[in-house]
Nanobody, 127 residues
Framework: QVQMVESGGGLVQAGGSLRLSCAAS????????MGWFRQAPGKERECVAA???????YYADSVKGRFTISRDNAKNMVYLQMNSLKPEDTAVYYC?????????????????????WGQGTQVTVSS
């Protein structure tokens, strides 16, 4: 059974940091693009960061310079380090995998392009 499980969310003050983790299992993700998405109440799900198999990254303009995506293929883990958090970062954060990306140059960022999803972890940033 393919599973992706996020952890590390919580309540943090503005300016603080959190590190999200995603444990993936059930298949090989080594050639997938791994992405982090977030969804706030009443808002559409958006990609905040992604990394392909070769280490190429994408960051949403709103998080550039503050968030860093990383992965450990040997452990089937993907991480999102979030620094200088702002109240507008408050959302449920999801990890996801796009398995149709090995032959691509440009990372895909639309939610409907991703094939496997975790259940999400809540991040709340207080002002």
């Amino acid at each position: 059974q393919v599973q992706m499980v996020e952890s590390g969310g919580g309540l943090v003050q503005a300016g603080g940091s959190l590190r999200l983790s995603c444990a993936a299992s059930g298949r090989s993700f080594s050639r997938d693009t791994m992405g982090w998405f977030r969804q706030a109440p009443g808002k559409e799900r958006e990609c905040v960061a992604a990394m392909n198999w070769g280490g190429r990254t994408y960051y949403a303009d709103s998080v550039k310079g503050r968030f860093t995506i990383s992965r450990d293929n040997a452990k089937n883990m993907v991480y999102l380090q979030m620094n200088s958090l702002k109240p507008e970062d408050t959302a449920v954060y999801y990890c996801a995998a796009d398995d149709d990306t090995f032959n691509r140059v440009v990372l895909r960022t639309r939610p409907n392009e991703y094939d496997y999803w975790g259940q999400g972890t809540q991040v709340t940033v207080s002002s």
